[in-house]
């Protein structure tokens, strides 16, 4: 990879451009040099124009010299970069990470390699770790975590709250991350603290009241871990009907641990993700398919199997249904059934997961990697649901993809196609990311 910086321009976003791009993935479908049918909008020997923050153009090379004039009303580019025949592609958009926290539970994973069953009441030894930490160590781990994710590519996350359970701790958790994220989850409802052990009801009452009301102007969304051992579907659709009722936007954990009704119970209230999705009936499924077909928006493409655009990625969408599978990595779970979802026509999305306890991951490219090896999806699939789908379940239509207007989130792979993330999987394959222009590090 070369670069150059025009004489005279000042560090910054600026103008960037990207030649010699073998392969390019903008999940831009009917874009400049795209193919019909192609939902993930691949280009070859292609260039990429970012400036201002955001991406100007993106096409095949041949179309663009006169393209990326006119993009820039004849001005050069700030900068040029020579990709040298590597592949790009959007960065990724993790939309399931619980990042705020103290402590470690590596013990925990030796045992539970050894034999011990993962089980949700793992959860409260990190809750008494991170009520004991500082706001300073707490924020410390958070960037130390979220600076891993970009060097791996990450350029969009959403972060929960979940580990203080109190309502300060809770303040403090989505305070911390709003920091860093606008896109903030308040997971009180995360599980049943000791305090209040056998007095379930008494802790919803708390969450949809007074950690509601605290919590809530640091937050987008509200979520629940709607599992036996958590909270029944009758707890969850009262927090999550509160956090709706004060302006949050609905997430829900379900499926994780076993069949329940969590998954329907998302999909009814017009949830815009359910996570895990592990153990699923035919009526869940068909619940995750029909939310995109009743909603009228189901994102454009040929393929059932890879779901199109982020164009239609508004309040009126469906549910997509978020695989985590780091988690079954980490626990030794069975694998979501990724291919019987997407061949049902629902709209899938890959995440981290990253938490201490059952997906202590920050590699988007790991899950892209086990996605194709393990859930049975294509290399187009799974980068298409980490990047469009991430956003898609976060409600995001500037993200996730390198159309025009699009935030300039940039992934330059140390490899000449994206197969290469299942093909070498743990490789450190990310040259370079752009987040909104600027280069990470």
Same mark, same amino acid.
């Given at each position: 990879? !070369? ?6 321009t000042s560090a910054g976003p600026g103008s960037t451009l990207v030649t010699g791009i073998g392969e390019l993935t903008t999940n831009a479908p009917g874009g400049p040099g795209t193919r019909d049918g192609d #939902?993930?909008?691949?280009? $070859? ?31 050069? *580019? ?12 959007? &960065?990724f958009v993790d939309s399931h990470t619980h990042l705020v926290f103290a402590g470690d539970r590596a013990a925990e994973f030796e045992a539970r390699m050894a034999g011990r069953p993962y089980e949700a009441g ?7 770790? !991170?009520?004991? /930490? ?18 791996? &590519? $990450? ?25 860093? %994220? ?17 007095? /379930? ?15 809530? #102007? ?10 036996? &051992?958590?909270? !029944? ?47 699923? @009936? ?10 995109? @077909? ?14 199109? $655009? ?8 469906? $549910?997509?249904? !978020? ?23 629902? =709209? ?33 699939? /799974? ?17 996730? +993809? ?24 743990? =490789?450190?394959?990310?040259?370079? %990311? ?5 280069? +990470? *590090?």
């Amino acid at each position: 990879m !070369t670069g150059r910086r025009a004489a005279g321009t000042s560090a910054g976003p600026g103008s960037t451009l990207v030649t010699g791009i073998g392969e390019l993935t903008t999940n831009a479908p009917g874009g400049p040099g795209t193919r019909d049918g192609d #939902p993930t909008g691949l280009v $070859t020997d292609a260039v990429l124009l970012l400036d201002g923050g955001r991406v100007a153009w993106a096409g095949p090379a041949r179309e663009a010299r006169d393209a990326v004039g006119h993009a820039l009303d004849g001005r050069e *580019p700030d900068v040029t970069v020579d990709a040298g025949g590597r592949a790009v592609l959007p &960065g990724f958009v993790d939309s399931h990470t619980h990042l705020v926290f103290a402590g470690d539970r590596a013990a925990e994973f030796e045992a539970r390699m050894a034999g011990r069953p993962y089980e949700a009441g793992g959860i409260r030894s990190t809750v008494a770790a !991170t009520r004991a /930490a500082s706001d300073d160590v707490l924020r410390a781990g958070l960037a130390r975590h979220l600076d891993e994710a970009a060097r791996q &590519g $990450t350029t969009t996350v959403e972060v929960k709250g979940g580990y203080g359970l109190t309502v300060a701790d809770e303040e403090r958790s989505v305070r911390l991350a709003r920091e860093v %994220t606008p896109e903030v989850t308040f997971l009180g409802a995360h599980v049943v603290p000791v305090e209040f052990a056998g007095r /379930a009801d008494a802790y919803v009452d708390l969450v949809c009241g007074e950690m509601l009301a605290t919590c809530a #102007p640091h937050a987008r969304w509200v979520d629940v871990f709607c599992e036996t &051992g958590a909270f !029944t579907p009758e707890q969850s659709r009262r927090v999550l009907e509160a956090g709706a009722a004060a302006g949050l936007g609905v997430r829900v954990h379900a499926g994780q641990l076993g069949p329940g009704e969590g998954v329907r119970l998302a999909v009814g209230l017009g949830a815009a993700a359910v996570d895990h999705c592990t153990y699923l @009936t035919d009526d869940d499924v068909a619940a995750l398919a029909g939310s995109w @077909t009743d909603s009228g928006t189901r994102p454009n493409g040929t393929s059932r199997a890879v779901a199109g $655009t982020v164009a239609t990625s508004g309040a009126g969408a469906g $549910t997509v249904a !978020t695989l985590l599978p780091g988690v079954e990595f980490s626990t030794r779970q069975p694998y979501p059934d990724a291919r019987r979802l997407l061949d049902a026509g629902a =709209v899938v999305a890959l995440a981290s997961d990253c938490n201490p306890g059952s997906s202590y991951t920050s590699s988007m490219p790991l899950c892209v990697a086990l996605a194709v090896r393990e859930m049975r999806m294509t290399v187009a699939e /799974a980068v298409w649901s980490a990047t469009a789908g991430g956003a898609l379940a976060l409600r995001r239509d500037d993200v996730g +993809h390198l159309a025009p207007g699009a935030r300039a989130d940039v992934v330059l792979l140390d490899a000449p196609s994206r197969t290469h993330l299942a093909y070498r999987p743990g =490789v450190p394959l990310v040259a370079k %990311t752009w987040k909104s222009g600027h280069p +990470h *590090p």
